[in-house]
């Protein structure tokens, strides 16, 4: 089914480690992105890219690494996991960056950081 | 930047009753505004949304209206059904682009059977 991919689902990383957390789309979107949800704090966006090889700094990038190789793939790191970064992950990706141009939402990675 | 305040954080309401859920922005520039249902374990799928140009919306069991005066908008669910029962954000689009998005706090929704 046409949609967006998140993987894992859930991850428990002890403080330090470093991880990757994947996001596919087969929709052919330009525009991807990664938000953070947080109680009380809603989505906050961490990275965007607006096509393959090309990415930018969102609201709270700091601790993230992001890459674009592919239309399809972008993946998020945490090269040095911290307590702060427990939190709820959602990908997005969306036709263009264009106003009024539906989201769509990956399941949300649960990532608890020990 | 963009500020967006939601309330209520949590609203139950009985099958069949209405919802409101209403978010208040601050910045004027903003000009579109889309709600999301999140889901557990299915992510966020837009439901509705409204331009700045346009006062309300509707598609059948829900609606959107805006102030921009106000800068406030409200989601409206009349006939309440169990699968209402989720999670919702607001957001702002403002000037700039796509990504310059401010997402509300979200509001869990139970609707008791």
């Known amino acids: 089914n046409a949609g967006v991919t998140q993987t894992p689902k859930f991850q428990v990383l002890k403080t330090g480690q470093s991880m990757t957390l994947q996001c596919a789309q087969d929709?052919?979107?330009?525009?991807m992105s990664w938000y953070r949800q947080d109680p009380g704090m809603g989505l906050r966006l961490i990275h965007y890219?607006?096509?393959?090889?090309?990415?930018d700094q969102g609201e709270v990038p700091n601790g993230y690494n992001v890459s674009r190789s592919t239309t399809e793939d972008f993946p998020l790191r945490l090269l040095s996991a911290a307590p702060s970064q427990t939190s709820v992950y959602f990908c997005?990706?969306?036709?263009?960056?264009?106003?009024?141009?539906?989201?769509?939402f990956g399941q949300g990675t649960r990532l608890t950081v020990v | 930047g963009e500020n967006v305040e939601q309330h209520p954080s949590t609203l139950s309401v009985q099958e069949g009753d209405s919802a409101v859920i209403k978010c208040t922005y601050s910045?004027?520039?903003?000009?579109?505004f889309p709600w999301y249902k999140q889901e557990l374990g299915k992510g966020s799928q837009l439901i509705i949304d409204?331009?700045?140009?346009?006062g309300e919306k509707k598609d059948q069991r829900i609606a959107v209206t805006l102030n921009k005066t106000a800068k406030h908008f409200s989601l409206h669910i009349t006939e309440t059904q169990p699968e209402d029962s989720a999670v919702y954000f607001c957001?702002?689009?403002?000037?700039?682009?796509?990504?310059?998005?401010?997402f509300g706090t979200g509001t869990k929704l139970q609707v008791i059977p």
């Open positions: 997005a990706s969306s036709y263009s960056a264009e106003l009024n141009t539906e989201a769509f």
């Open positions: 929709m052919n979107h330009e525009y």
């Open positions: 890219s607006v096509g393959a090889g090309i990415t």
């Open positions: 910045d004027s520039a903003s000009n579109y």
């Open positions: 409204i331009r700045s140009n346009v």
């Open positions: 957001a702002a689009f403002y000037s700039g682009g796509y990504q310059k998005v401010t």
